[in-house]
């Protein structure tokens, strides 16, 4: 099993398993404008300034849910009628009824302030998968604004971890999902960092992305600067429990400055965790080498 | 020749001829593998085979094969500092190296390898060894052996032990008041100018000119990472505004980063790998490894970084 990368469009690409002579697509990643076209696996953030802009981009997505018998779920984090914000995708109420589909209102749902519990919901989640699947829906597609439960520290650390867990779930299961974030509410800064444990983006701004890849792997992609380095670490520091070992394919990795691979090595250092980093391009190699680094090891590509 | 060196002793000689070179240089091995000391030999083809018919092979005497004029200084550096460290962790009491250095006699600008020479004394000062670098006076321009006198605390004249030199200078300041000599490129108007530019669009900018080069693709990456080096330096560490310029022929890339500031505390940073670190002088230590030739310019404008991929420029 290894994973290889196909063009589509400028900045997308996907991300597939190779079982034998075929290709399984396991995800796509890139930049994106749209929400159109996701199919499972695939983990969208959708950073807006807009929140009436949603509704339209929540509609698209879920109708194609819908076209793929799955389960679709829309959490709205506004205080109208959800199911009147969702009328284009018509008959709402019916769809309801039959249990294709679930409106909510997010604040009614959570608690406010409160960090979202891990356990909790990972169970909630891949229960309902499990009785969706039952059921005969193909599969579980999500849209959700999350904007309400990441405005606290404390709930902005949660929800990066749980992001961080439920991306790696969505490598394992049939789930589809955009999660909203409002760059306005959050700022930029936090919003950047629930950006950078997704796959697919719609910010282009954001600069480097570390999301779940096939066989337990990670994948880093984009470009980590200088500036980006502490980051980088922080993402490290709340991986969800990986065990002794954590591979990063950074194949796809347009650069890194010194400073994220030294974050890295000192990472691996303090941890102990043995984190090694695959398909790594000449450079890298020749960087790490310069660094002495002691604590990472570095596979080059095959 | 008897001397017992408080640490490093970097000493230079300079030679009219053959003879002269060796009645130095053989006792000067003799001594040393007669104690248990190993020797390094680094000299071009032409004086190894010299060198190898009066000395032989003998136990502790290791030959360096070529010459280091194809070496980066930073790289030369950091490769001696390996060698004589593992030669004294193996048992060595100590350690002697005679080699010959590159300058434009026998083919290399001298810019850099002034500043391997001032950097050597400080870089390897904790070690306890000597090197004798060796300088024809028959092919080595005069204003290279004023910088030879400049940059070794010891002389040797032919055929007797190294003194103490009066006109050595600490390295620090003479590699900070030397501004790298122009770059024949940096006549012509810059093909790309940038005010500010974030790292990242440093990197572009650049790969795109280097598009238009037929420089090796895996020497564009290590350049793209130094060019991106250099400007994160210019924008944590000096003072806005931040210029890049660049520069490109068929097989040359020529970039400069200049910004307000006094340049880096330490103006050997670049090239200790030992103290590369705690200084912060990372940024520099990899641009040196980096690039095929870096210069730096401390002046009334600001702090300037000049870095080259491809080889020398043309004549």
């Known amino acids: ?302 | 020749m008897s001397m017992n060196p408080p640490d490093y002793v970097h000493t230079a000689l300079v030679y009219r001829t053959d003879s002269e070179l060796l009645d130095t240089v053989v006792p000067f091995a003799q001594d040393a593998l007669a104690a248990d000391e190993p020797v390094v030999a680094a000299f071009g083809d032409g004086t190894t085979a010299m060198l190898r018919e009066a000395l032989g092979e003998q136990n502790g005497l290791i030959y360096f094969a070529g010459s280091m004029s194809g070496l980066r200084p930073a790289t030369s550096l950091r490769n001696f500092r390996s060698l004589f460290e593992q030669l004294l962790a193996d048992g060595a009491p100590s350690f002697r190296a005679v080699g010959e250095v590159p300058h434009p006699g026998i083919g290399s600008a001298w810019d850099p390898w002034f500043r391997y020479e001032a950097a050597a004394t400080r870089v390897l000062e904790d070690l306890a060894g000597w090197s004798m670098c060796c300088y024809d006076e028959r092919s080595t321009p005069d204003e290279v052996l004023d910088d030879v006198a400049l940059t070794h605390p010891y002389l040797t004249a032919p055929g007797s032990s190294p003194q103490a030199n009066e006109r050595f200078e600490p390295a620090e300041r003479l590699v900070s008041s030397r501004p790298a000599p122009l770059d024949p490129l940096e006549e012509h108007p810059p093909a790309l100018e940038l005010l500010d530019p974030t790292p990242a669009a440093a990197r572009r900018a650049v790969a795109q000119l280097a598009e238009g080069t037929g420089i090796d693709p895996s020497d564009v990456a290590d350049f793209l990472v130094a060019a991106s080096e250099a400007v994160t330096n210019a924008t944590l560490h000096g003072r806005a505004p931040v210029e890049l310029q660049a520069w490109s022929t068929r097989d040359r890339l020529v970039v400069c980063v200049r910004d307000r500031g006094a340049g880096p505390v330490n103006p050997l940073a670049g090239l200790d790998p030992v103290r590369r670190a705690t200084l912060g002088g990372f940024g520099l230590w990899l641009i040196e490894q980096l690039c095929s030739q870096v210069g730096y310019r401390y002046d009334e404008h600001g702090f300037t970084v000049r870095l080259t991929a491809g080889g020398p420029p043309q004549p």
């Open chain 1, 1 to 302: 099993v290894i994973d290889t990368s196909l063009p589509r469009g400028r900045e997308e690409h996907l991300i597939c398993l190779r079982v034998g002579a075929t290709l399984r697509v396991l995800r796509s990643c890139g930049v994106t404008h749209t929400a159109a076209g996701m199919g499972p696996g695939d983990h969208l953030c959708w950073t807006y300034d807009d929140r009436d802009s949603l509704p339209a981009v929540a509609v698209e997505f879920l109708a194609e849910g819908i076209a793929r018998r799955e389960k679709v779920l829309y959490f709205s984090s506004g205080s109208a009628d959800p199911r009147e914000e969702i009328s284009a995708l018509g008959a709402v109420d019916d769809l309801i009824e039959s249990g294709v589909l679930g409106a909510h209102l997010l604040p009614s749902v959570a608690t406010p302030g409160k960090a979202i519990d891990i356990a909790e919901q990972d169970s909630a989640w891949t229960g309902m998968l499990t009785e969706a699947l039952d059921a005969g829906f193909t599969g579980v597609r999500v849209f959700v604004d999350s904007t309400p439960l990441t405005r606290t520290p404390e709930q902005h650390d949660a929800f990066l971890r749980w992001e961080q867990h439920f991306d790696r779930r969505m490598t394992e299961m049939p789930f589809t999902g955009v999660c909203a974030f409002s760059s306005r509410e959050l700022g930029i800064e936090a919003a950047t960092a629930l950006a950078r444990v997704h796959p697919l983006v719609r910010d282009p701004a954001v600069s480097f992305r570390l999301f779940a890849g096939d066989d337990g792997a990670l994948v880093l992609t984009g470009e980590v600067g200088a500036e980006d380095s502490l980051a980088l670490e922080q993402l490290f520091e709340r991986l969800p429990d990986t065990g002794e070992a954590v591979a990063v394919d950074v194949g796809d990795l347009r650069f890194i400055a010194h400073q994220g691979l030294l974050a890295l090595d000192r990472h691996a250092a303090t941890t102990g965790r043995v984190v090694t980093l695959r398909h790594a391009s000449k450079v890298v190699r020749r960087l790490s080498e310069l660094l002495a680094l002691q604590s990472i090891q570095i596979e080059g590509r095959p």
